[in-house]
């Protein structure tokens, strides 16, 4: 199966680059938790977070882009939308698919930050859906791990 061995490395690299954004996002997760939720914020601050939210969106990006539509490829699904890879993933119990809609809706959001009359909204709500997506991630480590897909490669 020369092609299931190419996507399997094509996940594993994928995660590879999802981890490494990960541990940035957490550097900066602390730093945001440390801060807190305030009506105005110093520049320094808004830098914080905003580094929190654009490491947000680019975990989440990778995530959903590659991680799901990978797992989704190898596994043979036919799951070809984002709504059809989150109802799969809750049923192959790896994450809620409400909590999968809210983690990309709260991605476009941040894409669009200019649309929100305050900014601090857009920081309340990654600062609640980082640990959500933080523990989805591991949960699908554990899933990837159960099937061994990265041990022959």
């Known amino acids: 199966m020369k092609a299931e061995k190419l996507m399997i490395a094509e996940l594993k690299e ?16 602390r730093k945001c938790s440390e801060t807190g939720i305030k009506a105005a ?5 808004l830098d914080i977070f905003e580094n929190l939210t654009s490491r947000f ?16 490829l190898i596994l043979r699904e036919d799951a070809k939308t984002f709504l059809d890879r989150a109802n799969l993933f809750e049923k192959l119990n790896i994450a809620d698919a409400d909590d999968l ?4 809706d709260l991605r476009n959001e941040i894409s669009h930050e200019y649309k929100m009359n305050d900014i601090s909204e857009i920081f309340q709500a990654v600062l609640e859906y ?8 591991e949960r699908t480590k554990t899933f990837v791990e159960e099937r061994n897909w990265f041990e022959e490669n």
């Open 57 to 72: 969106a680019r975990a989440s990006d990778i995530y959903t882009q590659k991680i799901m539509k990978g797992i989704t």
């Open 14 to 29: 994928s995660f590879n680059s999802l981890n490494r954004t990960v541990e940035i996002m957490k550097y900066s997760l």
């Open 130 to 137: 980082s640990d959500n997506l933080l523990e989805i991630i």
């Open 41 to 45: 914020y110093s520049l320094e601050e």
């Open 101 to 104: 809609k809210l983690i990309r």
